[in-house]
Structures are given as C-alpha cells and as structure tokens.
C-alpha cells in the first residue's frame, strides 16, 4: 500500500463538528452508540471552551479535491503519583477503516508520544478493549505494553450521583 499525503494537526473549536461525525463512528466501530452523549457543541465546549479539559490531534489527507479528516486522537494530561510527574492519557484514537493501514495511526501515535517526551510526561497509556484485538495487535507491534492485571473503575449516571451525594 502507498502511502497517502497526510496532515496532522491540533483540532480548533472549527473542527468540532467533524470531530463529532469522527467519534459517531469510532461509537460505530466500538458498538458504543447507544452511550454517546456528546454533541458538537458539547465537544466545542469541553476542548475549545474556557476551560480546555482535553486536546485534540486530527489527520487529513489529500484526497485530490481537497484536504479531509479521516481519523483523530483524543488526549489530555493525568498525573503519576508515583512518578510526581504529569502523563498523557489517550483517550481516543480512530482512523476510518478505508484509511487503516497507510501509517495514519502510527503517525498520530508517535506524534502523541513525542509531545509526551516535549511535556516532560511519565507516561503514555490509553486503554483498549479486549474484544479488539487488531488494536491490541497493532499497539503492541508500536512498543506498547498491555497490562493484564489492571481493571478500568468507572461509576457513571444514577450510580455516580449517590456516590456524590453528601
């Protein structure tokens, strides 16, 4: 396979829109529709908004009749306290699947890795689910490690309000 004229570059509140039609089909992929929440103004709000809460990489390519978003990385910035250093935590990372296989994923990963290193982070993690196992196949082949002993917590909805709750 060749490999296509590419861009990537940090996502601007324009961009929110596609960055939604972006997520709708990383939700396609991972059979998550059912959970999304998110809008475009919501996503302008939360990465563009006055209290930026996480960035965004897009990767365009040149499709003849112009430049076009065909995938994203999601990130923002967690702490180790164990390391006493900030890490980036990849929330996100989704090519289209007609781009898959051109470097496009490996380029967004090694530019989030080299933005660690230029941040002066601990760590680079992200989570993967364990179904998907071409992307626990493709992130191992990058040098990533999968820990097997590490489970994700999460409380959401009615769960996290009591919680909460004083």
């Not at 396609?28 to 302008?44: D, N, S």
């Not at 040149?62 to 180790?80: E, I, K, P, W």
């Not at 992130?139 to 009615?158: F, H, Q, S």
Request: glycine share 8%; proline share 5%; with cysteine.
């Amino acid at each position: 396979m060749s490999k296509p004229a590419f861009t990537l570059r940090p996502a601007t509140a324009a961009d929110s829109a596609t960055l939604f039609s972006l997520i709708l089909a990383l939700a396609e992929y991972e059979k998550l529709t059912h959970i999304v929440e998110a809008t475009p103004q919501k996503i302008q709000d939360a990465l563009f908004g006055a209290t930026p809460h996480a960035e965004a990489v897009l990767v365009e390519v040149d499709t003849g009749s112009g430049r076009q978003a065909v995938g994203f990385a999601l990130f923002f910035h967690n702490f180790s306290t164990f390391l006493a250093r900030t890490g980036l935590y990849l929330e996100d990372l989704y090519v289209d699947p007609a781009w898959r296989g051109h470097g496009l994923g490996k380029a967004l990963l090694k530019h989030l890795a080299a933005l660690a290193v230029a941040r002066g982070c601990g760590r680079f993690e992200w989570s993967v689910l364990d179904w998907n196992q071409p992307s626990i196949d493709f992130y191992k082949a990058m040098g990533a490690d999968v820990l097997p002993d590490w489970r994700i917590c999460r409380v959401t909805g009615a769960a996290l309000d009591k919680l909460g709750a004083p």
